[in-house]
């Protein structure tokens, strides 16, 4: 057998150690390296928030932190469907343009740009720990980026096999085939950080609790305490608050973890919801049909480093305006970014940099679901100021207009007073939209069938 030379061995060996050092470097590099937590509240309205005005006494955690930070009081959620809006928080797009328009529609693809791939890419650890079966990761393709995306309370029973109404009255359980509550997402996602390594890290935290009283949160002396007098519906106005308090006292738990790991001096936090919820506003208990404010009017909340304390923001802000101000904030070369976005950044709104303050912008949303589910019309809808228009492109005689600075709840409807200013706004809805198609197309029966009988369990197909 011939013997390899003792100097070559040493050779390979450096080469292989070299090769092992490029494959672990970065490909990008940022300026402002800071860990980032991005918190995303599912059905949380930002009129529920002592922050946001709301007089019950439900988000003490939630208003620590727009005190400590920059609150933008004028945010708008790109659809009111779990699934949409968090394609657009993290890709930075309007949902024509990602593609993940409704519950049954196309995945995200994987060669799509999300905040994960991209601090992945300057050599972030990335996980996300996310609390219902609207996101799950084969149907909607979130997990692009993440080392780590923690669904596992869906590997539990199938959906058919647990009775609803028996969970709601149970307060020992914490998860089950379609959620889990929110004390044991944090709890997975702060074991997450004492494992991980001295690298920054991007951890997305996802609580499911006010989205639909399932799971009851449980009840603590002295500090946590509900009743609820007569039958328990899905949206019970008391136990929609209750729910929040829950995710609040939950929030808290999480942040002070995050201090006492010494991580928190470094970190970016953003909090904010993907959509609202109907609670009989507009004769709709519920979500994903309708673009009223109370739908798509959410909180969003930057603070820690290097966010100054105290600020508030009236400008239009959008959810596809996140990763955009994220990676300004972390000074990632814009030569690395792509130009794919529909948002841009946020942050000349509260730091003098030089620039120019941003251009006024519209706030675009949709919902496609009652086109999808019931043959209705598609709803489109944008905010340019004051003014905002509800278009129903199918149904046109349904057309709406609201003067949200004289009328915030939107219940004078002033479309054919504003021809002119409608006009111009339904041709820019036109014009983003040319060229996509809404797919009506459906996998086999058989094959959606578990999906189809998970996601009712939470309130949607019905």
Known sequence: MRKIPRFKIFLLLALSATLLQCADRPQVSVKNEMNVLLITIDTLRADHLGCYGYTQHVSPSIDALAHRGVLFSNCISQCPMTPTSHASILTGQDPYRHGVREFLSKRLKR??????????????????????????????????G????????????????????????????????????????????????????????????????????????????GLFEYSVKGPLTPVHLQM??????????ILNTLTSELFKMGLGQNTLIVLTSDH?????????????????QEQIHIPLILAGKPIPV???????????????????????????????????????????????????????????????????????????????????????????????????LEMNNIFTQQPKHA???????????????????????????DWENKLKSLGYMN
């Open 146 to 221: 993440f080392d780590v995306y923690d669904q596992s309370f869906c590997e539990e029973q199938d959906a058919e096999h647990f009775d609803q109404e028996k969970q709601r009255v149970n307060s020992q359980r914490q998860q089950n085939p379609v959620q889990r509550r929110a004390d044991l997402t944090a709890s997975l996602a702060v074991d997450w950080l004492r494992r991980i390594d001295k690298r920054p890290f991007f951890l997305w935290v996802h609580y499911f609790d006010p989205h639909e009283t399932v799971l009851v949160p449980p009840i603590i002396p």
């Open 310 to 408: 105290g600020v508030k923001v009236d400008a239009l802000a959008r959810s596809t305006d996140i990763l955009p101000t994220v990676l300004d904030i972390l000074g990632y070369p814009d030569d690395k970014i792509p130009l794919n976005f529909d948002g841009r950044s946020l942050r000349t709104f509260w730091e003098n940099t030089g620039r120019e303050k941003p251009a006024e912008v519209t706030a675009y949303s949709e919902t496609l679901y009652s086109k999808l589910r019931s043959g209705g019309s598609p709803m489109y809808s944008m905010i340019d100021g004051d003014m905002k228009l509800i278009y129903h492109a199918e149904a046109q005689y349904k057309n709406e207009m609201y003067d949200l600075a004289r009328d915030p």
């Open 276 to 292: 609202g919820q109907g609670l009989d506003n507009h004769n709709y208990e519920y979500h994903t049909r309708a673009l009223y």
């Open 111 to 144: 060669d799509t740009p999300t905040l994960a791939t991209l601090l992945k890419n300057a050599g972030y650890q990335t996980a996300a720990f996310v609390s219902a079966y609207s996101l799950e990761k084969q149907k909607y393709g979130l997990d692009n």
């Open 423 to 449: 006009k111009k706004l339904i041709g820019e809805i036109n014009s983003l939209l040319k060229g996509t198609t809404i797919s009506t197309q459906r996998a086999k029966a058989g094959q959606d069938k």
């Open 240 to 249: 929609y608050d209750v729910e929040i308090r829950f995710v609040d006292l």
